[in-house]
């Protein structure tokens, strides 16, 4: 066959149903392809030891015809936040360095049960604090497209490493934009599931109500296939939701099948466009909506005024919940432990530890979340920010009583270079103004390549949102709106190999 990096994971099953294609020869080919890469992108922090192993496997139960789901045999890298039994899962934090978990995250469960094949753990910034993983405790991610530039982040390794051929398909985590923003930045479909949708169960927790699990992918459907393994409900999470789930899958091929948008009424919020978006973004979303126009989509302006309060009102929630998640982290009970000389305490220990195992931006956020909740400041600003929070669902919910799916651009800019805003971290954190609110409302998001900046020749992502519950929505409008972007600009961008590398 051709290149197998090449193919999507729907056309890498249809080869392996067909026989055109081994599961042990796709997965040799992808360890090949980070073999070949990685030294230069730095996608990955851990590679899997029995991938080869795992893939014969999966080629015995399809021979034997107990082949477990259509992705048996598929390739997949997992974000390193998901805790797993065979791999070092470390958070991209020193703190948690050689850690190797004694179970599995219920997502990674799935994915084993479904059969697809781990690769490696990807990079990430420190606990997923970061918006371009270069706040990892380890190495900088570098994007596929231009290597001098960030390829996102928390999640930069999973989204580069999809971008880059190293992988089909990844599972990343969001948080505030963490899926969404480096599919942006690196060409590729990034989705956030519904907020109790994909269990956090094994995952390492930031902000344990706004993080979700989700796939990333270089097609619609690959995302909807990965969806439909990982999403359900799980006891083993309280967050989770009891509730049935329609197929992600049969969603998105009834949208690639769909003759047009006609009857869908399409959203943009206003706060979320306009100022602050770079021009090149700007001029490719107005694009958009001319293209969702002509094939008979409604465009209906929204106002949802309490989005200009999400980013202040996310990093007030954000690090409250990450201070008192990042306490388990204390030398006692695992990871690392630094003694200074002397006859150290616990309390001496402890502060030693955390003093070294944790980067700035961990300490940054730790420190902003550990005075949001004090004595005397807990109502003034954590209690606050809820209360903003609530607004923002308000706004959402009243939307959608209008209109069937929001949009606006995925992200801000283009990928901006590597440095640029180490130093500044508030132009950093304001990077996420438009992926925020998603996660302040709980509500599910998807990031669709919609071409490339006409000025940087970069990626430019879409986003779409749709209500609660609703995955399904994304899903079938995002099929849709995938291949009218593929028959007027003669390519997907998704499936473009960036020449950088």
């Known amino acids: 066959m051709s290149d197998l990096t090449a193919l999507s994971a729907s056309a890498l099953s249809d080869a392996l149903a067909s026989g055109e294609a081994s599961s042990v020869e796709i997965t040799a080919a992808h360890l090949e392809r980070i073999e070949a890469t990685d030294k230069t992108l730095g996608s990955f922090l851990a590679r899997s030891a029995n991938a080869l192993e795992l893939a014969a496997e999966s080629d015995a ?12 045999g598929i390739p997949i890298a997992i974000k390193d ?30 994915l084993r049960e479904a059969g697809l094949v781990p690769l490696g753990k990807t990079n990430m910034d420190e606990f997923a604090m970061g918006s371009s993983t270069e706040h990892s405790g380890y190495h900088v991610t570098k994007n596929p497209w231009d290597i001098t530039r960030a390829p996102g982040g928390s999640g930069g390794g999973s989204a580069a490493a999809v971008a880059a051929r190293q992988a089909p398909v990844a599972i990343g985590s969001d948080t505030g934009g963490s899926i969404r923003q480096p599919a942006a930045f690196t060409g590729t479909v990034g989705v956030k599931p519904t907020y109790g949708g994909v269990s956090r169960y094994g995952v390492i927790a930031l902000a344990s109500s706004l993080d979700q699990v989700g796939p990333v992918s270089r097609t619609v459907r690959d995302s909807a296939l990965v969806h439909d393994v990982i999403g359900g409900h799980d006891p083993h999470d309280s967050t989770s939701i009891p509730t049935p789930w329609a197929s992600m899958t049969e969603a998105a091929d009834a949208g690639a099948r769909a003759e047009s948008l006609a009857g869908l009424r399409v959203g943009v919020v ?16 107005d694009e958009a909506l001319e293209l969702m126009a002509s094939h008979g989509a409604e465009i209906v302006e929204i106002d949802a005024p309490h989005c200009e309060y999400a980013v202040a009102a996310y990093y007030l929630v954000l690090p409250a919940e990450a201070s008192s998640n990042l306490a388990k982290f204390d030398s006692v009970r695992f990871g690392l432990r630094v003694t200074p000389e002397g006859s150290p305490t616990v309390e001496d220990v402890m502060s030693a530890t955390r003093d070294q195992g944790f980067g700035d931006e961990v300490k940054r956020r730790i420190i902003l979340g550990t005075y949001a909740l004090s004595a005397g400041y807990y109502d003034a600003y954590y209690g606050s920010a809820q209360k903003v929070r609530t607004l923002i669902q308000r706004d959402f919910a009243n939307a959608f009583e209008t209109v069937d799916i929001l949009v606006s651009p995925s992200a801000p800019t283009t990928a901006f270079p590597l440095g640029e805003k180490l130093d500044d971290p508030l132009a950093m954190w304001a990077g996420d103004l438009t992926t925020i609110p998603v996660n302040l409302a709980g509500i599910p998001g998807m990031s669709l390549p919609m071409g490339l900046d006409p000025d940087e020749g970069l990626p430019v992502g879409l986003q779409l949102m749709a209500p609660a519950y609703e995955d399904a929505r994304l899903y079938r409008a995002g ?6 972007f593929a028959a007027r600009d003669g390519y997907l961008v998704s499936e473009r190999t960036p020449e950088v590398i």
């Not at 065979?86 to 219920?106: K, N, Q």
């Not at 979320?272 to 700007?282: M, S, Y």
């Open 61 to 72: 139960r399809r021979k034997a015809g107990a082949q477990t789901s259509v992705l048996d």
């Open 81 to 110: 936040v998901l805790c797993t039994t065979d791999m070092v899962t470390t958070a991209g934090s020193r703190i948690l360095e050689g850690w190797l978990p004694p179970y599995d995250a219920t997502v990674v469960r799935k």
């Open 479 to 484: 099929a849709t709106l995938e291949r009218l």
């Open 270 to 285: 206003k706060q979320l466009v306009g100022e602050g978006i770079q021009a090149g973004v700007t001029q490719r979303f």
